[in-house]
């Protein structure tokens, strides 16, 4: 409980290499920050460290995939997305094949390592690509839920995973649901869409938005592609007001999703919190949340521009 | 060497030239130069079963070079994976033989390629796959001189030595051009063989027109022992076609039909 995503990463891989033999796991010395490492301990006959070399893992996972195996390779977000981004595009999702790619250490929550090791492209790149899933799961619990379905889920995926430690909202017993995003609280004022660590702090934001007469409804969007369009639309039609948090740039990532469906579907206003157009910097994860006002004030300040 | 497999290679090169020619666009110079390499794999040694294109214990074949389609795509049809009247839809609209290998549209295709550098990973990450089944299938991958410049390709070559791959052959196309002009003129890849050395890989140097020398080459591989091999083929770009042989511009621009039919009578008279 209140670990970080990346700790049940590592927990659900074992498990899923204990139940199915076609799992293998890649990374690229990375893998004990990752928790790859894990499953290289209990199964290391189907562990492959494939050293600082992110776009060579990447294509030696699209081997191991055209084979029938099932490869979930990690690294730190930037890298594995940004380094390898071609390799994605040309040997995994143009070829129509099922890695896992798995970004840990995403946002400015990575910390003091500061902006070169922050993704906040991650999202909205991963998003741009056909056939790619994108999932961002918003505690330890919901993570490990999403590795387990996203090994059944045929097709390439993009799982984000968090350095740092958060607080769980879910129950052990919680039945995750690929592409359905999770109405955690109803309301009739507003809606506030947030994947990550930000759904915590989005229900922080409802509890105190309450105490001050707005009725905030909170949705979890675990899976930002495809995105849960229904209910965006369903929640649009009942508050008329969204707000979107993300912890990383709003520029094509969960916001950018979230408008992009409701200006087809169904207009309101959105908005959207998030890195607003910058890199990170180096300070702690937590302290950085602030900074950048990835928290319950900005939601609520927010909240009352829209609804005021 | 039987010459079925010499009529072999001189009807791949004309299903080539027709291919282009139709298609109006493509690369002939160096699907050309890599026919020999492809012959001797469809057609001597790779253990493949065209009614049953994905076979888990096939032998595997990624063309690093995707560019040089219309070589895999001759040798698949002719090797009974498609009909070879299908070979004159290269590049249209719902072909299944697209301007780049595709995997998921044409049978025999075990790999998506076309951006250069990145198959080498592939074949390693198949034939781990392979170790981790316990299979005995080989990988074969066909990379172009100029590719190797990219330097994913150098990632690979590590790993295939680190993993031990024994079971990967890889092929070096080295026929000195690329689009921009020579491999010196452009970037200098020499000295090859050293590289590879240097990387812990088994390397041979032969001539990639050689039937009988690619045949060898490929049975020496097959003995190694914890140690990739990359066969460095010397091959003329363009080979088959005189006018082809050697000229950087036919790296990729299709033959008129008038220069098809010119190159067709060449090859004919072979």
């Known amino acids: ?308 | 060497m039987s010459q079925d497999l010499v009529a072999t290679t001189n009807r791949m090169r004309a299903h080539i030239v027709e291919m282009l020619a139709a298609a109006g666009s493509g690369h002939p110079g160096g699907s050309l130069s890599a026919v020999e390499i492809l012959a001797t794999l469809y057609f001597k040694h790779m253990r493949v079963d065209p009614g049953n294109p994905k076979w888990e214990d096939r032998d595997r074949f990624v063309l690093c070079k995707g560019h040089a389609a219309p070589a895999l795509y001759a040798a698949l049809a002719m090797r009974g994976f498609f009909p070879e009247e299908e070979l004159i839809t290269l590049r249209k609209l719902d072909s299944r033989l697209q301007g780049h290998p595709c995997m998921g549209k044409t049978p025999g295709v075990d790999m998506s390629t076309g951006s250069l550098g990145q198959g080498l990973s592939v074949a390693n990450g198949m034939a781990l796959a392979g170790r981790v089944d316990g299979k005995d299938y080989y990988v074969y991958c066909i990379m172009g001189d100029g590719e190797i410049q990219e330097g994913q390709v150098w990632e690979a070559a590590m790993s295939a030595a680190h993993y031990k791959l024994d079971h990967v052959i890889a092929f070096v196309d080295h026929n000195r051009l690329q689009i921009d002009g020579t491999n010196e003129q452009v970037m200098s890849v020499m000295p090859i063989d050293e590289k590879f050395k240097a990387f812990g890989w088994n390397v041979m140097r032969i001539d990639g027109h050689d039937l009988d020398a690619l045949d060898a080459a490929v049975v020496e591989a097959k003995r190694s022992v914890g140690k990739p091999t990359v066969i460095v083929c010397e091959t003329i770009k363009g080979k088959g076609v005189s006018f082809m042989e050697n000229v950087v511009d036919w790296h990729g621009v299709a033959p008129t039909a008038e220069q098809a039919q010119v190159a067709l009578a060449e090859l004919a008279a072979r």
């Open chain 1, 1 to 308: 409980m209140n670990s970080a995503t990346r700790e049940a990463y590592g927990a659900a891989l074992v498990e899923l290499g204990k139940t199915n033999s076609d799992i293998v796991a890649l990374d690229a010395d990375l893998a004990g920050s990752t928790k790859s490492a894990m499953f290289g301990k209990e199964h290391p006959e189907r562990f492959f460290d494939m050293g600082i070399a992110e776009a060579d893992m990447i294509g030696t996972a699209a081997g191991l995939a055209t084979c029938g195996k099932i490869p979930f390779a990690s690294s730190f977000s930037v890298f594995v997305t940004g380094r390898a981004f071609e390799q994605i595009r040309n040997s995994v999702c143009n070829a129509g094949l099922n890695v896992k790619v798995v970004g840990s250490h995403a946002g400015p929550s990575c910390g003091e390592d500061g902006s070169s090791h922050q993704a906040v492209e991650d999202i909205a790149i991963m998003r741009s690509l056909p056939h790619m899933m994108v999932v961002v799961p918003a505690d330890d619990v919901e993570a490990y839920a999403a590795t387990l379905a996203l090994a059944e889920h045929v097709g390439p995926a993009y799982l984000r995973v968090a350095r740092l430690a958060s607080p769980t909202i879910h129950d052990d017993d919680y039945v995750f649901e690929l592409e359905k995003g999770e109405v955690l609280r109803d309301g009739t004022d507003v809606t506030i869409v947030a994947c990550g660590m930000m759904v915590p702090r989005a229900l922080d934001a409802a509890d105190q938005l309450a105490e001050q007469g707005i009725s905030a409804q909170v949705v979890n969007m675990h899976t930002i592609k495809p995105i849960d369009a229904d209910l965006l639309v369903a929640c649009a039609k009942k508050t008329g007001k969204i707000i979107t948090i993300e912890e990383g740039s709003i520029v094509g990532g969960l916001g950018t999703a979230v408008a992009e469906t409701l200006s087809e579907r169904f207009p309101v206003p959105v908005r959207r919190i998030g890195l607003n157009d910058v890199f990170g910097t180096s300070g702690s994860g937590n302290e950085l949340l602030d900074y950048f006002g990835l928290n319950a004030a900005h939601i609520i300040e927010v909240a009352h521009e829209l609804c005021d």
